[in-house]
């Protein structure tokens, strides 16, 4: 009996769903290599690299879920926190190495804005349509948005250090700023704190309170599982497309900031931000508009908490060795203000443990109201 071939209008649902329109993507990842080499506008590398994370991304967050999935609920929950903002953090890293500080702050605020009001926002209107409110675990919600708030409160004092101790807050069009060893080494502690926190919240959320961590997860189709061997090798083919898409990004940045007539601040606050998690911001707002907004409050939210907690903190160690030198936490006014805002805000949305579209439509307002703000400044 022979076996018939797959069908192609299998495969063009596929590529039409939430999970797999980032694979048409694809052929922007062998356009940036081509752009690269052959010495094309920064413009157009830029974008075509831009372009081109989103389908590896959505490649490796795909891969570590199914990875996830056969390495049990404890492992497969470490796993997924962990590999959970990869792609962003191999990006930061690659622009650490090229002494692009202010890059990589304004990237790591950005994801957490961009989290918590765009994909947060776009996940009440797509689910809050046609529903008259969506109800999510307010316990859950409480303590992701609890610890996230705390995390930026630490994330903000060796920029009120500088404020009253040294020389004053970067500007938004800066590269990279020298500050003294004092706030380097404060900023080093504060990191230390943080990441100690990050892995009481692992045993929060992993071990002492996993059933409050553990909605229901989005299944849009029966597939067949995929064996871990498959699992880490496409894990680990992703992570070098990603590692190679993010070097050609980071090379363009500051030219293409300069031709495009907008500053590297707001392509990192904005643009890097976006793309690096665009596959599992789009999982958001497919899960919330099937009515499973407890999946999506967990991956904005949570999401953000491990930018801040895990991310931020790790980037300032490894400054230490990698670049030209230490990355002090002292962020500018623009991104204080926009993170404090972002995060007093979806903590007061997500406290009663349900949302409307219109809620949603005033999420985006803010988030497009500091993005106008990031363009001017």
């Given amino acids: 009996m022979s076996v018939a071939p797959p069908q192609r209008p299998d495969l063009r649902r596929f590529l039409t769903s939430s999970g797999g329109w980032p694979y048409l993507l694809v052929p922007f990842i ?57 792609p962003e953090l191999i990006i930061a890293l690659f622009a650490l190495g090229a002494g692009l500080h202010e890059v990589v702050k304004a990237s790591l605020i950005g994801s957490v804005i961009g989290n918590t009001l765009l994909v947060l926002g776009a996940s009440m209107v797509a689910g809050g349509v046609g529903r008259e409110r969506q109800r999510f675990s307010r316990a859950a919600a409480n303590a992701q948005s609890l610890m996230l708030l705390l995390a930026t409160a630490a994330l903000a004092m060796p920029a009120i250090f500088e404020l009253v101790e040294g020389r004053g807050l970067p500007h938004p069009g800066d590269e990279r700023v020298a500050y003294g060893s004092t706030v380097e080494h404060l900023s080093l502690a504060v990191a230390l704190v943080l990441m100690a926190s990050y892995g009481a919240g692992l045993l929060f959320s992993l071990r002492t309170h996993r059933g409050l ?20 090798a496409l894990l680990a083919l992703a992570g070098l497309a990603v590692g190679g898409m993010s070097e050609i990004l980071v090379g363009s940045i500051s030219e293409a900031a300069k031709s495009i007539g907008l500053t590297e601040f707001f392509i990192g606050a904005i643009v890097v931000a976006i793309v690096g998690n665009a596959a599992e911001h789009w999982v958001a707002v497919a899960v919330a508009r099937k009515d499973k907004m407890d999946l999506a409050v967990n991956i904005a939210i949570g999401s953000s908490a491990q930018i ?70």
């Fill in 30 to 86: 062998p356009a940036a290599i081509a752009a690269d080499v052959a010495g094309a506008s920064a413009v157009v590398v830029f974008v075509c690299s831009a372009l081109g994370v989103i389908p590896t991304a959505a490649l490796m967050g795909r891969a570590t879920e199914e990875l996830a999935a056969r390495s049990g609920p404890g492992i497969g929950g470490l796993l997924n926190v962990t590999f959970g903002n990869a």
């Fill in 213 to 232: 961590f553990n909605p229901p997860q989005a299944a849009d189709e029966a597939h067949e599982p995929w064996s871990v061997r498959r699992s880490v």
């Fill in 308 to 377: 801040a907690l895990f991310v931020a903190p790790l980037l300032v160690l490894v400054s230490f060795v990698l670049g030209p030198g230490p990355m002090p936490l002292v962020f500018n006014g623009f991104e204080l203000g926009g993170i404090f805002l972002a995060v007093l805000i979806a903590n007061n949305v997500t406290g009663e443990g349900e949302s409307t579209w219109f809620e949603g439509v005033q999420l985006l307002a803010v988030y497009l109201v500091l993005a106008l703000a990031f363009g001017y400044a």
